[in-house]
């Protein structure tokens, strides 16, 4: 009769158990690791992006990231241009206009750009902040 034997499998378990159960600390970190990159990415395609005539290049400054929020499917953060202008005017929807456009102004989409160049790279700093933690949990 054959004999089927396995040792340490409590422990694997104990270890799958744990890493199911995120911790918030790295969550967050993972969020701040890719945001740090997306966030820099949207500075650079709206300063290369949005030239002309009437570029202030208070766009591109006003882009920033919101506090990390807790959410019902975990975590959050929001990226986008924050504040107002001068003329009373957000900062957010002047973006609207220059990323979708409107009568008589094409759509220069410097945020669909950004987002896109800082996919790979997001997710590389996110995926090396979780094999940390992994790291350290010896799996």
Avoid: C, W
């Avoid at 744990?18 to 970190?29: C, F, G, N, R, W």
């Avoid at 701040?32 to 002309?52: F, H, N, P, S």
């Avoid at 456009?101 to 987002?115: D, E, L, S």
Wanted: glycine share 10%; net charge positive.
């Amino acid at each position: 009769m054959a004999k089927f034997e396995v040792n340490g499998l409590d422990a694997l378990i104990g270890d799958l158990g744990a890493l199911a159960q995120l911790p918030d600390s790295v969550a967050e970190d993972i969020l701040t690791a890719e945001a740090d990159i997306v966030e820099a990415e949207q500075r650079i395609a709206a300063r290369d992006m949005l030239k002309g005539p009437y570029s202030t290049g208070k766009t591109a400054s006003a882009i920033k990231r919101t506090k990390i929020k807790k959410t019902k499917d975990g975590k959050s953060l929001t990226i986008y241009p924050q504040g107002k202008r001068e003329k009373g005017k957000r900062s957010a929807e002047v973006a609207f206009i220059d990323e979708y456009g409107k009568r008589g102004q094409p759509a220069r989409p410097f945020i669909r750009t950004a987002n896109e160049r800082a996919e790979p790279k997001a997710a590389q700093a996110g995926e090396k902040v979780y094999g940390a933690f992994l790291d350290r949990h010896g799996l």
